[in-house]
C-alpha cells in the first residue's frame, strides 16, 4: 500500500514540474455515503465518515488504478475564520453553515478586533478535530479546511455590497480589514503545517499538494480586474510565496479575471466552475496550457471535453464517478491507458 501511494504522489510531482508540458492523471470518485452536515453536534459522526471513507479509499488501492491519496478531512464550511473574527454563524436545515456579516461601513470595521488564534474557540474546534482524526488514522494525508482567500473571508465578514462601496469610497478601509485576515490566515496555516506536515489534500477538488496553500478565490466575480489586483491579488502572491505554491478554486463567472489568474505567483493546480459549458472548458484548457494543472469538471467527465481538444499540451485531471466498484476498476484502466501517456 505505501508503495502504491508512494507511486501516485510522484505522478502528482511530476505532473506539477515546470518541465512537464502535458499529462493526466486519474480520480475515481466513489460514493462514501450521506456526509453529516459540519454542526457541532455532527462531530462524532464527521469524524466516523471521514474514517470510514479513509478505509474505502485505502481498500480501493488494491482495485482502482487511479491517483487519488486516501486522506481524512476535518471537513469545514466557509465560515470557520469569520467566525473567529466575530461573525455569528447560521445553520440551515439540511445545508451548510454560513457566516452572517456583522460590518456595513468603515467606521464598524475599524473596531474589529483582532482574534487570539490560540484562544479562538472555532479554530480550537477545528484543530480538536483534526488531533482525533490524526490520532486514529496516523499515517493519513490531511484535507484542508475550507480556505476562504483573505478576500473573501473579508467578504463574509462586510456586508458584501457595502464592501464593494467601500472599495470605491475608502478602499484603504478594506485594506486594512483584508490585512487583518491574511494576518490571521497565515497565523493558522503555519500552525496547521506544523502540526499536520507541509504535504495534504486540498479541500476542493481533493487533489494533492506536496506543499503550499489551496484556497477559494470567489468574490472576483462581482469584481474588476483592477479591483482583483488591488484588494486580492497581493495577499494571494504573499501567501504563495509564503508556503511555496498555490492550488485555486473559484466558482464565480471568473472570463475576465482569468488574466490575474495567471499573475498568481507559483500556481499549481486551477478548479473553476464553468457550468457545463463546453466552450468556457475549451478556453480555458487553451488558456492556461502553460501555466498549471487543471482540474474543471462538476460532477461529470473531463474527457466529455478533453476529448474535443486539438492542443493537447495540457495537465489535467481527469474525473470519473463510478458507478459500483467494478466500474471503477474497469474504468480506472481505460482512462489510464487512453490519458495517461499524452
Known amino acids: 500500500m505505501d508503495n502504491i501511494i508512494k507511486i501516485r504522489k510522484q505522478r502528482w510531482l511530476d505532473l506539477y514540474s515546470d518541465s512537464q508540458k502535458s499529462g493526466a ?143 470605491y469610497e475608502d478602499p484603504e478601509a478594506v485594506k486594512e480589514l ?56 497581493p495577499s494571494l502572491n504573499r501567501l504563495s510565496d509564503r508556503y511555496g505554491s498555490a492550488g485555486m478554486h473559484c466558482c464565480a463567472d471568473s472570463l475576465h479575471q482569468w488574466g490575474n489568474f495567471k499573475k498568481i505567483n507559483n500556481l499549481k493546480a486551477l478548479n473553476l466552475v464553468l457550468t457545463h459549458n463546453p466552450d468556457k472548458f475549451t478556453k480555458a484548457y487553451k488558456y492556461f496550457e502553460d501555466i498549471c494543472v487543471q482540474t474543471h469538471s462538476e460532477n461529470i467527465s473531463d474527457e466529455l471535453y478533453f476529448d474535443k481538444q486539438n492542443n493537447k499540451n495540457i495537465r489535467v485531471v481527469i474525473n470519473y464517478w463510478a458507478a459500483d466498484k467494478n466500474d471503477a476498476a474497469e474504468k480506472s484502466k481505460i482512462l489510464r491507458e487512453k490519458y495517461c501517456n499524452l
Open 178 to 233: 483584508v490585512a487583518m485576515t491574511e494576518k490571521f490566515l497565515t497565523e493558522f496555516l503555519d500552525l496547521w503545517f506544523e502540526r499536520y506536515g507541509a504535504e495534504f489534500i486540498a479541500h476542493y477538488p481533493e487533489y494533492y499538494m506536496p506543499k503550499g496553500i489551496t484556497f477559494s478565490e470567489d468574490e472576483v466575480g462581482a469584481i474588476s480586474p483592477d479591483m482583483f489586483e488591488e484588494f486580492s491579488l
Open 25 to 167: 492523471v486519474i480520480f475515481i470518485n466513489q460514493d462514501y455515503g450521506p456526509r453529516p452536515l459540519p454542526y457541532p453536534e455532527n462531530k462524532a459522526k464527521r469524524i466516523d465518515y471521514t474514517l470510514n471513507a479513509y478505509k474505502i479509499q485505502m481498500d480501493s488501492l488494491e482495485y482502482i488504478d487511479e491517483d487519488k491519496i486516501p486522506f481524512v478531512s476535518p471537513y469545514t464550511g466557509t465560515e470557520i475564520f469569520a467566525n473567529a473574527f466575530g461573525c455569528k454563524v447560521h445553520y440551515p436545515e439540511n445545508d451548510m453553515p454560513f457566516a452572517l456579516p456583522f460590518v456595513h461601513s468603515p467606521a464598524e470595521a475599524a473596531k474589529i478586533k483582532y482574534p487570539d488564534l490560540k484562544n479562538s474557540p472555532p479554530v480550537a474546534e477545528i484543530f480538536d478535530t483534526a488531533d482525533k482524526l490524526r490520532n486514529a488514522a496516523p499515517d493519513a494525508l490531511m484535507q484542508l479546511p475550507d480556505i476562504q482567500s483573505p478576500l473573501d473571508i473579508a467578504a463574509l465578514i462586510w456586508n458584501k455590497e457595502d464592501l464593494f462601496a467601500a472599495m
